[in-house]
C-alpha cells in the first residue's frame, strides 16, 4: 500500500489527462448533434481541394498519429512535469478552441470519394475511417494541430540532449509530422483550409504557451548518473547498442 501512496504521489502531475472527461462528451455531441445533413452547417472548400489527388497511402501515417500524440505525451510525462504541464496546456488549449469553433461556426466538408475505385488493405482502411468518423466539425483540424504542437513540445525538450539518438528521433518526428499533416487532405477527411487553419492555430498558440505563460518556467536537463534510473530514456538508448 505504502508503495502504491509513494507512485501516486510520484506522477500526480497526471491530473491534467482528466482534460478527456471535458474533451469527449463534448466532441461525442458535437458529433452527434452536428450530423453531416445538419441544416446550419458550413462546408469548407477551397480550389486546391479539387486539384489534391485521393491517395489512400497516406491513411498509414494519418492512423500513426493515434500513436504518436500518446507517445509524446509519455516521453515528457516520465521525464518532466513542468514540460508535460507545459504539452498539456498547448494541447488542450488548442482543441478547446477547435471545438468553440465547431460549436459557435458548425462546419463540414463534401470531399469524401463515394467511388474510390479500387479494393486493397488501405482503401478498406479508409472505408473504417469514414465509417467511424464523420465529415463534420472538421475546422480547424485537430489532427494537424496537436501533431505540430506535439512535435514542437518534443524538439524542445530538454531532456531530448540526453539521447544518442536525438537528432534522429527529431527527423522521424518531423517527417511524421508532415505525412500526418498532408494525410488530411490527401484522404479528403479535411480541406485545405482546415490544414491552413490547425497550423496557424498551433503557431499562434505557440508564442502564447512558450512565450507567455511558460516564459519563466525552467526546464534544466536531467543530471542522470545512471541512464537506468529513466525507464524512456534508457530503453531509447539501449536500443542503439
Known amino acids: 500500500m505504502n508503495k502504491i501512496k509513494k507512485e501516486l504521489r510520484k506522477y500526480k502531475h497526471a491530473w491534467p489527462l482528466l482534460y478527456v472527461f471535458i474533451y469527449m462528451p463534448w466532441f461525442i455531441l458535437l458529433e452527434t448533434l452536428i ?3 445538419y441544416p446550419g452547417l458550413h462546408f469548407i472548400h477551397c480550389a486546391l481541394d479539387d486539384i489534391i489527388p485521393f491517395c489512400e497511402w ?3 501515417p494519418y492512423l500513426l498519429w493515434f500513436l504518436y500524440i500518446p507517445a509524446v505525451f509519455v516521453f515528457l510525462f516520465y521525464h518532466s512535469k513542468n514540460e508535460f504541464y507545459r504539452i498539456c496546456a498547448y494541447e488542450f488549449t488548442g482543441m478547446t478552441i477547435a471545438l ?3 460549436t459557435i461556426y458548425p ?5 469524401r470519394l463515394s467511388d474510390i475505385g479500387r479494393d486493397n488493405i488501405l482503401v478498406n482502411l479508409v472505408h473504417f475511417l469514414y465509417n467511424n468518423d464523420t465529415p463534420t466539425n472538421v475546422c480547424p483540424s ?3 494541430f496537436a501533431t505540430i504542437s506535439a512535435h514542437i513540445c518534443l524538439v524542445k525538450s530538454p531532456h531530448m540532449k540526453e539521447l544518442k539518438t536525438r537528432q534522429h528521433i527529431k527527423r522521424l518526428s518531423l517527417v511524421l509530422s508532415v505525412l500526418i ?5 490527401f484522404l479528403k477527411q ?4 482546415d490544414l491552413i487553419s490547425g497550423v496557424i492555430l498551433a503557431f499562434g498558440l505557440y508564442f502564447i504557451v512558450f512565450q507567455w505563460w ?28
Open 58 to 60: 497516406f491513411v498509414i
Open 190 to 193: 479535411h480541406s485545405v483550409i
Open 181 to 185: 499533416c498532408l494525410s488530411t487532405v
Open 214 to 241: 511558460f516564459a519563466k518556467v525552467e526546464f534544466p536537463a536531467p543530471k542522470v548518473k545512471d541512464p537506468r534510473q529513466h525507464q524512456v530514456l534508457y530503453f531509447l538508448n539501449h536500443r542503439t547498442k
Open 142 to 144: 485537430i489532427h494537424v
Open 100 to 102: 468553440l469553433v465547431c
Open 107 to 111: 462546419n463540414g466538408l463534401h470531399l
Open 35 to 37: 450530423p453531416a445533413d
